[in-house]
């Protein structure tokens, strides 16, 4: 298996379960995607900031027993970021509350830049920087994503340049097709939204491609759609056709909806 260099920046939090699930996992749109990332099998890297907290150690620690490469993750003073969920009786889970911590004003060094160039994708998450990120590594030619869906202030939203974006639409297939059309409208070179129980679709200038869902028992969803994207990116770097990409997105997001968290991991009491 060929194993390419990617990296992903941006949030880390810890997901906090409300009761009856009880439990606290390590979670996050950027940690998610990089673990899933190490366990496909590919070398993973990881660039965000922790705080220097129980929990900022755990994350690491964490990062580092799935295989992902923390040469480039801050220790910063103050908390790592959190996020209060509670699951539904379907398995669906409800943000209650989040604090982004020392996550907030995280943004990559010169240095960290110089080595993402070096990479063969980075993906983006919760990034707070105006887009910065995205321009530098567009002008540099390196092959990058963003989830758009993660990012709620609109001067983190813009996709010109972007190889791939990812959107979220719900169960909402009109408002999925409206999606890939702005995004390419946009300058997003490849277009790809999930749309709940009715699949994924993807879109580029010159392909399109759909794929439903893998039935399984459904645990819990947290993390399906950054295993979504581990999963598409996987395929898409090593060059697979878009619908083999989101057939490969659509079968790693199904595995992780059948345990809690967005990738297996022993969970903590709150």
């Given at each position: 298996?060929?194993s390419?260099r990617?990296a992903?920046?941006?949030?880390?939090c810890i997901?906090r379960f409300?009761p009856p699930?009880?439990q606290?996992l390590?979670?996050?749109n950027a940690?998610?995607?990089?673990?899933?990332l190490?366990r496909l099998g590919?070398t993973?890297f990881?660039f965000?900031?922790v705080?220097?907290d129980?929990?900022?150690r755990?994350?690491?620690?964490l990062l580092?027993e799935?295989?992902?490469?923390i040469?480039h993750?801050?220790?910063?003073?103050?908390?790592?970021?959190?996020?209060?969920?509670?699951?539904?009786?379907?398995?669906?889970?409800?943000?209650?509350?989040?604090d982004f911590g020392?996550?907030?004003d995280?943004?990559?060094?010169p240095?960290d830049?110089?080595a993402?160039?070096t990479?063969d994708?980075?993906h983006i998450g919760w990034?707070?920087d105006g887009?910065?990120?995205r321009?530098a590594?567009?002008?540099a030619g390196v092959?990058v994503?963003?989830?758009?869906?993660?990012?709620a202030?609109?001067?983190?939203?813009?996709v010109?340049?972007?190889?791939?974006a990812?959107g979220?639409?719900?169960?909402?297939?009109a408002?999925?097709?409206a999606?890939?059309?702005?995004f390419?409208?946009?300058?997003?070179?490849?277009?790809?939204?999930?749309c709940g129980?009715?699949?994924s679709?993807?879109?580029?200038a010159?392909?399109?491609?759909?794929?439903?869902?893998?039935?399984?028992e459904?645990?819990e969803?947290?993390?399906?759609?950054d295993s979504?994207?581990?999963g598409?990116?996987?395929?898409?770097?090593a060059r697979?056709?878009?619908?083999?990409?989101l057939?490969a997105?659509r079968?790693?997001a199904a595995q992780?909806c059948?345990?809690?968290?967005g990738?297996p991991?022993q969970p903590?009491?709150?």
């Amino acid at each position: 298996m060929v194993s390419f260099r990617f990296a992903a920046v941006g949030d880390n939090c810890i997901d906090r379960f409300r009761p009856p699930v009880g439990q606290s996992l390590i979670g996050g749109n950027a940690v998610n995607v990089v673990v899933q990332l190490a366990r496909l099998g590919q070398t993973a890297f990881y660039f965000g900031a922790v705080g220097d907290d129980a929990d900022g150690r755990r994350t690491l620690d964490l990062l580092a027993e799935n295989g992902v490469r923390i040469d480039h993750a801050e220790t910063r003073p103050g908390l790592t970021a959190y996020t209060d969920i509670e699951v539904l009786p379907s398995g669906e889970r409800v943000f209650i509350h989040e604090d982004f911590g020392v996550c907030a004003d995280y943004r990559p060094s010169p240095a960290d830049l110089d080595a993402l160039k070096t990479m063969d994708h980075v993906h983006i998450g919760w990034l707070n920087d105006g887009g910065a990120l995205r321009r530098a590594l567009v002008e540099a030619g390196v092959s990058v994503s963003q989830d758009i869906s993660v990012n709620a202030d609109r001067d983190n939203l813009g996709v010109e340049g972007l190889t791939v974006a990812f959107g979220s639409a719900g169960d909402d297939e009109a408002t999925a097709h409206a999606l890939l059309q702005r995004f390419l409208a946009d300058g997003t070179q490849t277009a790809v939204v999930t749309c709940g129980a009715h699949g994924s679709m993807a879109r580029s200038a010159d392909d399109r491609a759909a794929t439903g869902i893998r039935p399984v028992e459904v645990v819990e969803t947290t993390g399906a759609g950054d295993s979504f994207i581990a999963g598409f990116l996987k395929a898409f770097v090593a060059r697979a056709s878009l619908q083999a990409c989101l057939e490969a997105g659509r079968d790693h997001a199904a595995q992780a909806c059948m345990h809690v968290g967005g990738f297996p991991q022993q969970p903590r009491p709150l």
